[in-house]
């Protein structure tokens, strides 16, 4: 499988790393600042993986537009206007978008799609902590969006991000805690509380290699599908 990779990070390094190792081909790699040379790359490739931001996003489409290339994109921070440019590249080709490629949070997101409303109904309240790198930008993080969508699908609750006021909690809010720090690569954790009682769904990453493992993987799910916006837990 030929790739093109765009993001020099430590997600674009990592995988760049993991794809030679397994035999795969980097046909070439763009980053935000060079991300402009990609309107005259004319070399062939089989997958398009983005771990960049979100200004990449029109060069990216432009690209995907000419050459209908799969894209592969865990690019977080994206706007409502750039999830809806991702909705229409998904018209030209197969694209891939998730905030999170791992396998574990694939189980704690069918987890709270079938028991939160259950819970929410019978009196639990929602709080979310989600914790990353000193070097991470998006808060919360994409992740914690995903699973805060999963809780919540219909937005009844008002997501409160931290808490900074004096007061108790209202009934219908739902908390999200963003901590930062050191070399964290990621780590969610969903906690209802009842009267005498709670219930806590956690997730920890213990290392980068395991998102790096994920997209490779749904990369190589993703060449032999059709034109469509597919999650990762749809392909794996």
């Known amino acids: 499988m030929k790739i093109l990779l765009i993001g020099n990070g430590q997600m674009g390094t990592l995988i760049r790393k993991l794809a030679l190792d397994r035999g795969m081909v980097v046909a070439d790699s763009f980053h935000t600042e060079t991300i402009d040379r990609l309107k005259d790359f004319d070399q062939p490739a089989d997958v398009l993986i983005d771990f960049s931001s979100p200004q990449a996003l029109p060069a990216i489409a432009d690209y995907i537009q000419k050459t209908k290339t799969p894209l592969v994109c865990g690019t977080t921070g994206y706007d409502e206007d750039a999830r809806q440019q991702l909705a229409f590249l998904?018209?030209?080709?197969?694209?891939?978008?998730?905030?999170?490629?791992?396998?574990?949070?694939?189980?704690?997101?069918?987890?709270?799609?079938?028991?939160?409303?259950?819970?929410?109904?019978?009196?639990?309240?929602?709080?979310?902590?989600?914790?990353?790198?000193?070097?991470?930008?998006?808060?919360?993080?994409?992740?914690?969006?995903?699973?805060?969508?999963?809780?919540?699908?219909?937005?009844?609750?008002?997501?409160?991000?931290?808490?900074?006021?004096?007061?108790?909690?209202?009934?219908?809010?739902?908390?999200?805690?963003?901590?930062?720090?050191?070399?964290?690569?990621?780590?969610?954790?969903?906690?209802?509380?009842?009267?005498?009682?709670?219930?806590?769904i956690a997730h920890s990453a213990e290392s980068r290699e395991i998102f790096a493992r994920g997209a490779l993987l749904g990369a190589e799910k993703l060449v032999r599908q059709d034109k469509g916006l597919y999650t990762f837990d749809q392909l794996i």
């Open 90 to 200: 998904a018209t030209c080709a197969p694209v891939l978008y998730s905030t999170n490629f791992s396998a574990g949070i694939i189980i704690i997101r069918r987890i709270l799609r079938e028991f939160s409303a259950y819970l929410l109904d019978n009196g639990f309240e929602a709080e979310l902590i989600e914790a990353h790198h000193s070097q991470k930008q998006d808060v919360p993080s994409g992740t914690a969006k995903t699973l805060l969508s999963e809780i919540d699908p219909e937005r009844r609750l008002q997501r409160v991000i931290g808490r900074r006021q004096q007061g108790t909690r209202g009934r219908q809010e739902i908390g999200i805690h963003s901590l930062r720090g050191g070399t964290e690569a990621g780590r969610h954790k969903v906690i209802f509380f009842g009267k005498d009682e709670q219930i806590e």
